[in-house]
């Protein structure tokens, strides 16, 4: 029988929380991480329940599929109490660009109709809307910022034919946060739904789907999520379930799907319509045992503890020369650190800080750092050190 993932190793942990978080992420033995806006470290928990998997899969085959097919459920109630949705109204995805086309290829759109979404949004978040332009719809790009007239702009560019806002939660280079509720009332106001790609901001965040007015959501669980690539969630607000064409329908989207000779059938009545066929199992696994060890603090805390990380962080990028470009206001900061050092290549910076056991990225010709709520001063330290 499959292994359950040993995450009970941190509950029974009497370190401080955060250096427990901490004892659960491998690589925090040899680097000083600091690129999960890029591709996140596995936990320990979900590398476990992967490597769990993958042995039962190899020694058993399928003899087990029952049960992992049941855990796969659980872990869509983990996504749904994540972001405050029921379970019918959650999919489970490969990727967030997978959860963007189910609405760009979904939705009933009519020749005029528009998206508005700002120019440097992270293509994935483009290049969906854009391809619409063969049927008529167009893509309005507006340009941002990263000032408080960046809203106004993306409003101003909705009319009465502006069908879906698509805005990113957290920008994927600038790092700016959005506060949803004001986001979804203002598209509302003009008509409009609103997709928030939710990517850079899930699982550090609190949010309710629900009650903030998201119409559509998109997240896979590689970055904040600490799990597998391959294997995330979207959202789709129940009234609009009916208003999206499922695309890729297969064996997976019908009621009695098990039922391999039924020629007559009918799409299930929840989200998981939209997902086709066999999913990524191993992959989905491994973030349910993430999505657990994350539920072992408080959302609010997690959020709170990546701030002041990330904050410390700027201090001390400031104190050695660097100039930081990231909006650090309390309601607009995130975990997303953009800052370049004067004079310096930011590729050639960063393939010197890999050569010292630190991880940072390079976004839109800046480094770009992204801390989470395991790493710590001696991370920071090490960062700084081999900065001057």
């Not at 379970?87 to 009933?108: H, K, Q, S």
């Not at 709170?304 to 100039?323: H, M």
Request: aromatic share 8%.
């Amino acid at each position: 029988m499959i292994m359950q993932p040993t995450i009970q190793r941190t509950m029974r942990s009497s370190l401080e929380p955060w250096q427990a978080l901490r004892a659960a992420m491998p690589v925090a033995r040899r680097w000083a991480y600091f690129d999960h806006a890029a591709v996140a470290p596995l936990s320990g928990p979900a590398q476990d329940a992967l490597c769990a998997w993958a042995a039962d899969n190899a020694e058993n085959g399928d003899a087990h599929w029952p049960t992992w097919s049941r855990r796969v459920e659980q872990v869509r109630r983990q996504g749904a109490s994540l972001i405050g949705a029921d379970d019918d109204e959650i999919a489970l995805v490969r990727n967030t660009t997978e959860g963007i086309n189910l609405v760009a290829e979904g939705y009933p759109w009519q020749a005029g109709d528009n998206v508005v979404c700002f120019g440097d949004e992270f293509p994935s978040n483009r290049i969906p809307w854009q391809n619409l332009a063969g049927r008529g719809v167009e893509c309005r790009l507006v340009a941002a910022d990263g000032t408080d007239d960046d809203l106004d702009r993306l409003l101003s560019a909705c009319d009465a034919r502006t069908r879906v806002v698509s805005v990113s939660w957290v920008g994927y280079a600038s790092g700016r946060r959005w506060d949803v509720p004001r986001l979804a009332q203002a598209v509302h106001d003009r008509g409009a739904l609103l997709f928030l790609d939710a990517i850079q901001g899930l699982g550090v965040f609190p949010i309710d789907a629900e009650a903030e007015g998201v119409d559509f959501l998109a997240a896979d669980g590689h970055k904040w999520l600490l799990g597998p690539e391959g294997a995330g969630f979207a959202y789709v607000r129940r009234e609009h379930l009916d208003r999206l064409r499922p695309t890729g329908l297969g064996w997976n989207s019908v009621v009695d799907g098990h039922d391999f000779t039924r020629t007559e059938w009918s799409v299930k009545p929840s989200a998981s319509r939209y997902e086709g066929g066999t999913m990524n199992t191993g992959g989905h696994l491994a973030l349910g045992a993430s999505l657990a060890l994350l539920a072992m603090h408080d959302q609010q805390a997690i959020a709170d503890r990546v701030l002041a990380v990330s904050e410390k962080l700027c201090e001390a990028l400031r104190s050695a020369g660097a100039t930081v470009f990231s909006d650090r206001r309390p309601t607009a900061a995130s975990g997303i650190v953009s800052f370049e050092l004067p004079g310096r290549n930011p590729l050639a910076v960063r393939r010197e800080l890999l050569d010292a056991g630190i991880v940072v990225s390079c976004r839109a010709g800046k480094l770009r750092a992204s801390p989470h709520a395991y790493n710590n001063d001696d991370d920071i330290d090490q960062l700084i050190e081999a900065l001057s």
